[in-house]
């Protein structure tokens, strides 16, 4: 309830900030057992979806420096351009551009587990609500 009760302030605040229209958020919870991993991708294609915003949240407490499962942030110009790798720390957040930041999970030596989410915006079109009700 409390990260979630956090996800709306940030969303009122990118609103309000940025002008967004960011409609909702969706979220799930993640765990990668040790061996998982994510190959590089985006969380939106441009102009096709309605995901705005990603973001993730870390829950592994006292995650170990050998433990691998970093998240890498890549330059949406230069794919082989490696701009950060998020440790996935219990209490690290990360939030970027859904549609323009290619990012991976690198392999895991240990569970880990998170919570992915996406700010959307509304996609309504011809009298069909999305998200449906």
Same mark, same amino acid.
């Given at each position: 309830?409390?990260?979630?009760?956090?996800?709306?302030?940030?969303?009122?605040?990118?609103?309000?900030?940025?002008?967004?229209?960011?409609f #909702?958020? /969706?979220?799930?919870?993640?765990?990668?057992? &040790? $061996?998982? !991993?994510?190959?590089?991708?985006?969380? +939106?294609?441009?102009?096709?979806?309605?995901?705005?915003?990603?973001?993730?949240g870390?829950?592994?407490?006292?995650?170990?420096?050998?433990?691998?499962?970093?998240?890498?942030?890549?330059?949406?110009d230069?794919? #082989?351009? /490696?701009?950060?790798?998020?440790?996935?720390? &219990? $209490?690290? !957040?990360?939030?970027?551009?859904?549609? +323009?930041?290619?990012?991976?999970?690198l392999?895991?030596?240990?569970?880990?587990?998170?919570?992915?989410?996406?700010?959307?915006?509304?996609?309504?079109?011809?009298g069909?609500?999305?998200?449906?009700?």
């Amino acid at each position: 309830r409390l990260y979630l009760e956090a996800m709306q302030r940030l969303q009122a605040s990118l609103n309000q900030t940025l002008f967004l229209g960011l409609f #909702e958020y /969706e979220a799930h919870f993640a765990h990668y057992p &040790a $061996g998982a !991993f994510y190959k590089r991708h985006l969380d +939106s294609f441009r102009g096709r979806a309605n995901r705005v915003v990603s973001t993730v949240g870390y829950l592994t407490p006292d995650w170990p420096f050998d433990g691998g499962g970093e998240m890498v942030i890549y330059d949406a110009d230069d794919d #082989e351009r /490696e701009l950060a790798r998020v440790v996935p720390n &219990a $209490g690290t !957040f990360a939030c970027f551009l859904s549609e +323009s930041v290619p990012h991976e999970v690198l392999p895991t030596r240990h569970p880990r587990s998170s919570i992915a989410g996406w700010f959307r915006r509304n996609a309504s079109l011809g009298g069909v609500l999305d998200p449906a009700r």
